[in-house]
């Protein structure tokens, strides 16, 4: 982060990418506070150096004096379920805890943000897809809360003084991931070692970043850029189809085991089959991710057995 960067206030750091995004800030001794109602994170992932804050940021008093000392706020927070069966309630939730955010910072006089969006919100596009891409059409109620909180930023950005740095995540890996495609597969292997069930016809094809990768990218992003919003999509030049995803996970726990497919080209409703953002515009600045998208799942596959050994 900038060097003018103290202390950071995380929401939804008990979660995958939140809690390796307060690891690498502690590691670079910038104090951290970090505030999840631990829904979706665990409390454990939190480092002790962290402060953990429990609370829900439903609640419109939830940041009531945490933001007195804090210089930026990091805003990963949100119900992420693509394939939610309360959709309304999702997208409620989501731009409820956005807009929280947004009153505390301009009662505590806090200009600096960083919010993770996601490649959802261009829905179903043409490949690689560039940020200036349009009409943005989402498939999903999460990718329609992504863009309607991107939309909120923007306007608050421009009428109260806020520097917005709004990453597009692709899908991002690593260790600590749960509830995706990799540890799926995994825990279908162990329980299951001859015969693994893909979701959809396994042609879907996304790009995959490792968390450190991530990291590295915001982190960049944030130390090269000021205007009100700025705008990135942070992924790799390449994908890996699901098929290749169940391949590798094999290939990692030495199995071979037949492929069995539910069907659809989707592996469920809302679920965007291809995705590839472009990230020249990322490249421009002068950043390009260590891993492509096969190493990103193959290091995240070593990562999450490991654990799993452990």
Same mark, same amino acid.
């Given at each position: 982060m900038k060097p003018a960067v103290e202390r950071v206030l995380v929401t939804g750091g008990a979660g995958f990418v939140g809690s390796h995004l307060t690891r690498r800030l502690l590691a670079e001794g910038v104090s951290v506070r970090v505030v999840d109602d631990c829904s979706n994170g665990d409390a454990d992932q939190v480092p002790d150096a962290a402060e953990l804050v429990e609370t829900d940021l439903r609640e419109p008093d939830a940041l009531d004096g945490l933001l007195s000392d804090v210089d930026l706020v990091a805003h990963l927070a949100a119900s992420k379920h693509v394939d939610t069966d309360r959709p309304y309630r999702q997208f409620h939730d989501n731009t409820r805890m956005t807009r929280t955010v947004l009153e505390a910072m301009a009662d505590a006089d806090v200009s600096a943000l960083l919010y993770t969006s996601s490649s959802t919100v261009y829905g179903e596009a043409p490949r690689p897809t560039p940020e200036d891409y349009a009409p943005l059409e989402p498939i999903s109620a999460y990718g329609a809360s992504k863009l309607a909180d991107e939309s909120l930023l923007s306007a608050s950005a421009h009428t109260q003084d806020l520097t917005v740095w709004n990453v597009r995540f692709a899908n991002v890996v690593g260790p600590r991931l749960r509830g995706a495609v990799?540890?799926? *597969?995994?825990? #279908? =292997?162990? $329980?299951?070692?001859?015969?693994?069930?893909? =979701?959809?016809?396994?042609r879907q094809e996304k790009s995959y970043l490792h968390v450190e990768d991530c990291l590295d990218a915001i982190e960049h992003v944030v130390s090269h850029t000021d205007a009100p919003i700025n705008t990135f999509n942070l992924g790799t030049r390449t994908?890996? /189809?699901?098929?290749?995803? $169940? $391949?590798?996970? $094999?290939?990692?726990?030495?199995?071979?085991?037949? *492929?069995?497919?539910?069907?659809?080209?989707?592996?469920?409703?809302?679920?965007?089959? #291809?995705?590839?953002? /472009?990230?020249? #515009? =990322? /490249?421009?600045?002068g950043w390009e991710p260590d891993r492509s998208s096969d190493e990103a799942v193959r290091t995240a596959t070593r990562e999450l057995l490991d654990e799993v050994r452990e």
């Open positions: 990799i540890p799926d *597969f995994i825990e #279908k =292997l162990r $329980a299951d070692p001859e015969t693994l069930t893909i =979701l959809g016809d396994g994908t890996t /189809s699901v098929d290749r995803i $169940a $391949a590798i996970v $094999a290939d990692e726990m030495g199995l071979d085991p037949a *492929f069995e497919y539910t069907g659809g080209d989707r592996g469920w409703t809302g679920d965007v089959p #291809k995705m590839r953002l /472009s990230i020249e #515009k =990322l /490249s421009a600045l």
